[in-house]
């Protein structure tokens, strides 16, 4: 029984997570709002490991690539607020250049996060699908 209100506590917090992504108007707080999103998965080990299971139809329906995507802001937004010489390399530092932009109110149609928002809240629909289809 103490398994089932953990999966339903589980289940009502990853939907407080897309809630608040789904309402969210576009701007800096959207992107913050899908790292709390992402890391809430990944704080959650039954979560994240139905999204990297290699089944099928997380293949045919490309799961892993789409958390992809939004894993790359949940990372650009703890390299932001992390001080640190270290190389990130080229894709993270372009991922950090393009969330300060936004961050500082800079919302450039070539800034390709901020062109790709209403996509990244699609692909945060499909993963609370994904996840409410394997019901945690």
């Known amino acids: 029984m103490q398994t089932?209100?953990?999966l339903e506590k589980v289940k009502s917090e990853l939907d407080e997570k897309f809630q608040k992504v789904s309402k969210?108007?576009?701007g800096f707080d959207f992107f913050v709002a899908i790292h709390d999103f992402i890391e809430y998965?990944?704080?959650n080990s039954s979560l994240s490991h139905n999204l990297s299971y290699p089944a099928k139809s997380n293949q045919e329906?490309?799961?892993?690539a789409k958390y992809g995507h939004l894993k790359q802001i949940y990372q650009g937004l703890e390299d932001a607020d992390t001080e640190s010489n270290v190389d990130l390399g080229h894709a993270r530092y372009m991922v950090l250049v393009?969330?300060?932009?936004?961050r500082n109110k800079?919302?450039?149609?070539?800034?390709s996060f901020w062109k790709r928002r209403e996509l990244f809240r699609k692909l945060t629909g499909e993963i609370y699908e994904r996840?409410?289809?394997n019901s945690v």
Not at 61 to 64: C, V
Not at 98 to 102: C, G, K, R
């Open 4 to 6: 089932m209100k953990l």
């Open 24 to 26: 969210t108007p576009a």
């Open 41 to 43: 998965i990944e704080s």
């Open 61 to 64: 329906l490309k799961i892993p």
């Open 98 to 102: 393009e969330l300060n932009q936004i």
């Open 106 to 111: 800079d919302f450039s149609e070539s800034n």
């Open 131 to 133: 996840l409410n289809a």
